[in-house]
């Protein structure tokens, strides 16, 4: 193999290591709950931030946790329940 096939492959082999490392992975049973996630510990966001682990604020209704299915609504926090809807 020449050496520039063998750098495409090597360089192809690599984002799709870090495409797989910083995509979020979602659980099939696994649900997005906005509003319950503490500063720097959500999951993502709707628009507002990067993604995991940017929020600055304690229960930004953007961000979201991923939590158990069926147990978002039960959340409670200061600010109210969790939703399964950004705010």
Known sequence: M?????TLALAGSLASAIASVSAPAFAADTEKC????MKGQNDCAA???NCAGHST???DPASF???????CEDMK???G???LKAM
């Not at 906005?34 to 996630?37: D, N, Y």
């Not at 946790?65 to 147990?71: A, S």
């Open 2 to 6: 020449n050496k520039s096939i063998r």
């Open 34 to 37: 906005f509003g319950v996630a």
């Open 47 to 49: 628009g507002k931030h």
């Open 57 to 59: 604020v304690d229960y």
């Open 65 to 71: 946790k991923l939590v158990p299915v069926g147990t």
């Open 77 to 79: 926090t200061p600010n």
């Open 81 to 83: 329940h969790g939703m």
